[in-house]
T-cell receptor, first 110, second 114 residues
Framework: QKEVEQNSGPLSVPEGAIASLNCTYSDRGSQSFFWYRQYSGKSPELIMS????GDKEDGRFTAQLNKASQYVSLLIRDSQPSDSATYLCAVKANTDKLIFGTGTRLQVFP | DAMVIQNPRYQVTQFGKPVTLSCSQTLNHNVMYWYQQKSSQAPKLLFHYYDKDFNNEADTPDNFQSRRPNTSFCFLDIRSPGLGDAAMYLC?????????????FGPGTRLTVL
């Protein structure tokens, strides 16, 4: 079983729709959860971090965490073509290291 | 602006010819990481420094070495690059203030091995 799992996609949504990206993790000791956006050929960019159960909103982005279900998600409202990228879920337990998923490719079409 | 800088952005080397990639940061973060990322794969952690303490991943080949002469700089040395080492190499930092748990990546160095 992979430690952090994501659907590889592509997830295709029309412009203006809500994109929902999901991630599950296996280590119940995980404490910190992150979403990175990575454009093709570029480095990952941190867009959201979440540490406690519930929702965290930042602009068009909402991260949701459910530790009991070992599930973290990212919602992107009013999706734009510029949101087309690969979204990496990353999880940190009580170590210095992040465990990354393989990413979900999002395509937003006009 | 505080940032993570990697040089060069693109590096071409020949099979077996040593290469050094550099990373510098103005964030004064105490943790620095080196990752390898191949196409459509997750970043793979090679090693990291917590201050001067070096932490190697168990599956990092001996061909990869690192140096951190001071807080600001970290180097990745590939002693004898093989074709399988062609990848994007990412430096990241972590530490300090409200964002203590967050890792910030540099722009990466794309390595090509001929």
């Amino acid at each position: 079983q992979k430690e952090v799992e994501q659907n590889s996609g592509p997830l295709s949504v029309p412009e203006g729709a809500i994109a929902s990206l999901n991630c599950t993790y296996s280590d119940r000791g995980s404490q910190s959860f992150f979403w990175y956006r990575q454009y093709s050929g570029k480095s990952p960019e941190l867009i959201m971090s979440i540490y406690s159960n519930g929702d965290k909103e930042d602009g068009r982005f909402t991260a949701q965490l459910n530790k009991a279900s070992q599930y973290v998600s990212l919602l992107i409202r009013d999706s734009q073509p510029s949101d087309s990228a690969t979204y990496l879920c990353a999880v940190k337990a009580n170590t210095d290291k992040l465990i990354f998923g393989t990413g979900t490719r999002l395509q937003v079409f006009p | 602006d505080a940032m993570v800088i990697q040089n060069p952005r693109y590096q071409v080397t020949q099979f077996g010819k040593p290469v050094t990639l550099s990373c510098s940061q103005t964030l004064n973060h105490n943790v620095m990481y080196w990752y390898q990322q191949k196409s459509s794969q997750a970043p793979k952690l090679l090693f990291h420094y917590y201050d001067k303490d070096f932490n190697n991943e168990a599956d990092t080949p001996d061909n990869f070495q690192s140096r951190r002469p001071n807080t600001s700089f970290c180097f990745l040395d590939i002693r004898s690059p093989g074709l399988g080492d062609a990848a994007m190499y990412l430096c990241a930092t972590r530490g300090g203030g409200m964002s203590y748990n967050e890792q910030f990546f540099g722009p990466g160095t794309r390595l090509t091995v001929l």
